[in-house]
């Protein structure tokens, strides 16, 4: 008992960690003002086609903060995954989107344009999770064919039961599903037989190191030949070169997404006709 509280003291005050424990404390502070503050935006990311064409949109959250400027979410997305700040910021994330989304639905030129958001784990396991979306759906007159929810791995390791029937009640509404970042989590092949998704997405640390990495293009290409045979739609991520592209859609990738395409930028700087 002393040995371990004993321990506990010394990394209390090992400096750095404090210092650390500090900042974090700070930001989860800040972070907990971000939503009545109205300090969340959305930025959009294009997807494009072998043409060029622009087939979709991913919505990607940033925190314009009123010291730091802009935070990265990979930073803030973690803290809130802990502190359940996710439930409502995913919620605003869903709303904003799906407004945006209405707008665009309402355009005969973007007719067929999809748009994808993001759902952490901890907010889709949240009980009215299904209700919420439908509800946001109706309140914005968002076509739900067109709305796709990207999920990660990790939803996949508790309660396999239960992500299958949310996603099979959205999908009856039309709404699609999107695994994030394939390849980095515990995938387990047996999940995607399991689970009725519609698109996979390569993570673009595959992507960065194609054509340097024999490894790297030996796991993009089965993913591509997996995703053809299982149906589902491939997307990757991550493309910052031509030879990328190349490489990509001479392997039979015909969505693409990333910087060679455009970053992610505010609505009124997206250009969607290439
Ligand atoms: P993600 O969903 O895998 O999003 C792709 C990330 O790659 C984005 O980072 C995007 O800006 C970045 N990216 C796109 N193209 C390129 C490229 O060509 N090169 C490089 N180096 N990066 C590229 P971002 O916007 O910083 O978001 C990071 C992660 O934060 C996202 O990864 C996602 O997991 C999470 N996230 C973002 N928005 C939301 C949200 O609204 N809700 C939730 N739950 N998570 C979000
Ligand atoms: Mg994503
Ligand atoms: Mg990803
Ligand atoms: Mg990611």
């Not at 650390?20 to 930025?43: F, G, I, M, S």
């Not at 809130?80 to 005969?108: F, K, M, T, Y």
């Not at 996949?156 to 039309?174: H, Q």
Request: a negative charge.
């Amino acid at each position: 008992q002393a040995k371990a509280a004993g321990r506990n003291v010394m990394a209390f005050f090992d400096p750095e960690m404090q210092v650390r424990l500090q900042a974090r404390a700070r930001l989860e502070t800040d972070l907990r003002q971000a939503l009545p503050n109205d300090e969340l935006r959305l930025h959009y990311q294009p997807q494009v086609d072998e043409r060029g064409a622009v087939v979709g949109v991913e919505a990607l959250l940033r925190w314009q903060h009123p010291v730091r400027g802009l935070v990265s979410p990979d930073e803030f997305i973690p803290l809130a995954e802990e502190n359940q700040l996710i439930v409502p910021i995913g919620h605003w994330v869903l709303e904003a989107a799906c407004r945006q989304l209405a707008a665009w639905a309402a355009d005969p030129a973007r007719a067929v344009m999809s748009l994808s958001v993001n759902v952490s784990p901890r907010q889709f396991r949240e009980p009215d999770f299904v209700k919420r979306v439908l509800e946001i759906l109706e309140a914005t007159g968002a076509p739900a064919s067109r709305l796709k929810l990207e999920v990660t791995e990790s939803l996949l390791l508790e309660a396999r039961d239960e992500a299958r029937s949310r996603i099979l009640e959205l999908r009856e509404w039309g709404v699609r599903f999107a695994l994030d970042d394939f390849g980095t989590g515990y995938s387990s092949l047996a999940y995607l037989k399991r689970l009725p998704l519609d698109q996979l997405k390569i993570d673009q640390s595959f992507v960065r190191d194609l054509l340097e990495d024999e490894a790297s293009e030996a796991i993009v290409a089965s993913t591509i030949a997996l995703a053809q045979s299982l149906q589902l739609e491939v997307v990757a991520e991550g493309v910052e070169t031509v030879a990328q592209r190349d490489w990509l859609l001479a392997h039979g990738c015909r969505i693409l997404q990333g910087y060679l395409f455009g970053r992610p930028v505010p609505v009124e700087a997206l250009e969607l006709d290439g």
